[in-house]
Structure formats: structure tokens, C-alpha cells
């Protein structure tokens, strides 16, 4: 009943959704903070009238927007959809383990996921910038954000996030009695661990609790529950994720960070930060061998596994942790990483399929003889 009653509120929001996440050109735009970037829209430089090149890129959407609605949208960093992806993607890990040997993903399931990170993360986004309104402005990178920067109030931020939690609450409300429950118990999570960089050197720890709850929501939204053996190893994998790239991206700040007694990893480990990196990256994929030794994975996941291994080497080797730049495109390759398990989990799913025909094929041969 409630999924019925929630599915038609949940189609609406994925159309914009899915346009939206399929957006490559976005990582790279994030990195101008809202400066306008050659695949925005540009004037002709050739003869003739001036003429504007249309982009569809997050950033360019954003800005192409009416321009009372483009703070509340960069308020929810509908122009930095990486952070969307990160939060994403261990939806779409749990929800592609869950499906049926030889199967693809539930492809609702990851419409609705998809549509529910987007929200979720615009909510996050906004009770961090409501949190951290005063610190924000003493940072150059973050200082032109809507609340720090006076373009929204505290009041409408409210109601803004008021508006984000009730239609996150719609999309929610599309699963089963299960997930709503596990939906409903990471709100806590959501409010409370903009604080954490206020009193622990383990603000990435707090996010990664936070960031990874749909390995947990994802599988229970299939089938109904947790299964522990997959999905308590797939959280864990997506923390040790989290505490490798937020780490690197909080090196982007540690300077004013410092200065204003923010704490953060990046200040925690100093010049130890790849050793540490190292640790976290052993750890990752040591619990996605255990999840696919748990749930019968076969050789593309493997395989995937060593590319995700080879993807994190490269990525810690050749981080320049006093490069902000580095740093950021360091940061926005996780994208890709994410992309890499998730591929290996649908073709070793599908490639289920393939062992058990071929297993079939030789019972089958031996009745005959």
C-alpha cells in the first residue's frame, strides 16, 4: 500500500534524477566552486551575433536556472554532484549483491535509490551549512556558499530542509516496513555528524557511518531484511572507502581548519597520511573479498577487486597531499572506483548465470550416458 502510494511521487523525481546522475563532465566542474568553467554556457567567439553554447553539464543547469532558485540549489550542491555519487554508490553495490544469479540490478530500485541520494544529500549539505555558517566564512573555499554568504537565511533554510525530508520521507515510504524503519534510524547520523569535526580528529569516521548506510538499506529494500555475512562487510568496506577519500579531501582545508579549530584526519595523520591511506585502502578490500566469498561472487568481481586495488595504489602513490588541486582530482576519481566494484558485482552476477547452465549442461549429459 505504501509503495503504491509512494510510487508516483518517486517517477517524478527520478526523471530530473537520472539526467542528473548521468552527468560525467561534472567532477571537474566542482572544482571552480561555482566559478564559470568552459563547458558552461559561453558566448560565440566567431563572427556574426553573439550566440550562447548550450551545456548540460550539473554546474551549467545550476546556473541556468531562475535565479531565485540557483542559492537553494547550490545550497543542496546540485552543481557538485560527486558527493551525490559517493553517497550513491553503496546503494548500488547492495542493491546489484541482492539480485537474483544471472540477474540485472532492480533497475526501480536504483532509480528510487538514486532519486533518495539526491535528496538525502541536499539535506545533509544544508544541515552542514546551517551548522557551520560561521566557520564557512572564514574559509576561502567555502565563504561564497548560500547561507555563509547571506543569500539564504536560517529561516528558509529550515523550511528548505523541511521540503528535502519530506520528499526523502516520499521516496522512503516506496520500500518495505524493514527499510523504512533502517531508512528512519540514520537520520540521527544526518543531523548529528556535521558536529563531529568539532570534537573529534575523526569527522571521517562519523561520515563514513553516514555515507554508507544504503549497504545496509539497499539489500534489505530486495529482500526484505539484512543478511549480516554480505552486508555488515559491505558497510565496513564503504567506512574504510570514505575514511580514504574524505581524508585526502579534507587536505584541501587543513590550513584554515588549523586556524579556526576545525579538526579533521588530514590533521590527524600530517605526513603519516599515506600510510594510513594504505591501512584503510588493505581493509576495503579485504571486507569486499569477505563479501563475495559470503554471497558466491565469481571471476568479473575478482577481477574488479584487483582493478580497485591497482585504482587505490595509483591513487595514494601519486597523492600530493600539499596540492590542493591533487587533492581535489585525487578526491573525484572515487567516482570511478565506485564504478569499477559496482561493474564487477553485476557481471559476476551475471556471470552466475552462465556456471549454472554449463552445470545443468554436464547433469544433464550424465543422465543421458
Not at 196 to 225: D, E, H
Not at 327 to 334: A, G, I
Request: net charge positive.
Amino acid at each position: 500500500m505504501l509503495g503504491v502510494r509512494g510510487t508516483g511521487l518517486a517517477r517524478g523525481l527520478q526523471v530530473m534524477t537520472q539526467a542528473w546522475l548521468r552527468d560525467s563532465g561534472a567532477l571537474a566542474l566542482a572544482r571552480a566552486a561555482g566559478t564559470p568553467h568552459a563547458r558552461h554556457w559561453q558566448p560565440y567567439a566567431g563572427p556574426g551575433p553573439r550566440r550562447r553554447r548550450l551545456s548540460l553539464s550539473a554546474a551549467a543547469v545550476v546556473n541556468s536556472a531562475p535565479r531565485p532558485l540557483q542559492p537553494y540549489l547550490r545550497l543542496m550542491r546540485l552543481d557538485k554532484p560527486i558527493g551525490t555519487w559517493l553517497l550513491y554508490l553503496p546503494c548500488t553495490w547492495s542493491i546489484g549483491l541482492a539480485a537474483e544469479p544471472g540477474c540485472f540490478p532492480d533497475w526501480y530500485m536504483l532509480s528510487l535509490f538514486g532519486t533518495g541520494a539526491v535528496l538525502m544529500r541536499g539535506a545533509g549539505c544544508t544541515i552542514n551549512d546551517m551548522w557551520d555558517r560561521d566557520y564557512d566564512k572564514k574559509v576561502v573555499r567555502t565563504a561564497n556558499r548560500p547561507i555563509a554568504a547571506g543569500d539564504i537565511s536560517i529561516f528558509q533554510s529550515f523550511i528548505f530542509l523541511g521540503g528535502q525530508l519530506t520528499l526523502a520521507l516520499g521516496v522512503l515510504l516506496c520500500l518495505n516496513y524493514y527499510s523504512i524503519a533502517l531508512g528512519a534510524a540514520s537520520l540521527l547520523l544526518v543531523i548529528t555528524y556535521p558536529l563531529m569535526k568539532r570534537i573529534t580528529y575523526w569527522p571521517q569516521l562519523a561520515l563514513g557511518l553516514t555515507f554508507n548506510w544504503g549497504a545496509l538499506l539497499g539489500w534489505s529494500a530486495i529482500k526484505g531484511s539484512c543478511d549480516p555475512s554480505v552486508c555488515l562487510p559491505l558497510y565496513f568496506s564503504g567506512i574504510m572507502w570514505t575514511l580514504i577519500y574524505d581524508t585526502i579531501y579534507a587536505h584541501q582545508d587543513k590550513g584554515d581548519d588549523a586556524l579556526i579549530g576545525l579538526k579533521s584526519t588530514a590533521l590527524r595523520f600530517h605526513e603519516n597520511t599515506k600510510r594510513w591511506l594504505s591501512g584503510f585502502g588493505v581493509a576495503m578490500l579485504g571486507a569486499l573479498s569477505l563479501v563475495g566469498v559470503n554471497s558466491a561472487q565469481t571471476v568479473p568481481y575478482y577481477t574488479a577487486l584487483a582493478a580497485v586495488g591497482a585504482h587505490l595504489a595509483h591513487q595514494i602513490y601519486t597523492l600530493d597531499i600539499h596540492r590542493p588541486e591533487d587533492c581535489w582530482d585525487k578526491f573525484t576519481s572515487n567516482r570511478t572506483l565506485g564504478l569499477i566494484v559496482l561493474l564487477g558485482i553485476v557481471l559476476g552476477n551475471l556471470w552466475k548465470e552462465k556456471k549454472t547452465d554449463e552445470a545443468k549442461e554436464s547433469v544433464d549429459s550424465r543422465i543421458e550416458n
